[in-house]
């Protein structure tokens, strides 16, 4: 069980929820991509500031994490067509590590795996695809960008509770931290490029 997520514009988005057959044809492009890398530009954040300040701003993200630097290796990709991540298994101990809960729910923390909008009947194998308008992600996006946050995630792994909790994908060790932690990090990095770009996300569970 695999957690996807694309980048589409606001345009594209309307497009799929007013004929959602679509959908389909999107997440299997998202899973053909090879594994790239992704960064943001000074342009890009400075548009998305409305200001000047974007390569200060890009500093200031890159030396948190919020975005991979020039030499730090991704599973973001950025191509002509599509902007895509996968969380590969590492979804589960993502989402609980934000909410604290095994089961899906849609508060804050809840709706950043498993929340969103369910778009078109075709069933993935986990359920049909579901999207985040623009403004959610940059809602979204802000709340993963808060400093103290990868912080508190860490505190809350704790590998024998996560085994008897039945966390995806199972068999919890101390030294999966760092591997959940980077899924982490790259899904902060993706929706604040989302943000940045002004374009919505669809996610699924294939």
């Not at 960064?39 to 390569?55: P, R």
């Not at 008897?164 to 982490?184: H, K, T």
């Amino acid at each position: 069980m695999l957690a996807r997520f694309v980048q589409v514009s606001p345009e594209e988005l309307a497009d799929l929820v007013a004929d959602p057959s679509a959908v389909p044809d999107l997440v299997e492009e998202a899973d053909d991509l090879p594994v790239g890398m992704l960064t943001l530009s000074d342009t890009q954040l400075a548009d998305a500031t409305g200001g000047t300040h974007g390569s200060a701003l890009l500093e200031l993200m890159v030396r948190r994490g919020l975005v991979p630097s020039d030499d730090e290796p991704g599973d973001m990709l950025e191509t002509a067509e599509r902007r895509t991540l996968s969380l590969d298994k590492a979804w589960h101990g993502i989402h609980y590590l934000l909410s604290g809960r095994p089961e899906p729910h849609l508060d804050r923390w809840g709706r950043v795996i498993l929340g969103g909008t369910e778009i078109g009947e075709d069933d993935f194998g986990y359920g049909p695809a579901r999207y985040f308008d623009a403004d959610e992600v940059a809602e979204i996006s802000a709340d993963l960008g808060r400093p103290e946050l990868e912080a508190e995630l860490e505190d809350r792994f704790d590998p024998t509770r996560m085994t008897a909790l039945a966390i995806y994908p199972g068999g919890w060790r101390s030294g999966d931290c760092e591997w959940v932690l980077d899924g982490f990090r790259q899904l902060r990095g993706f929706l604040a490029d989302a943000s940045a770009r002004g374009a919505a996300v669809v996610t699924c569970l294939v």
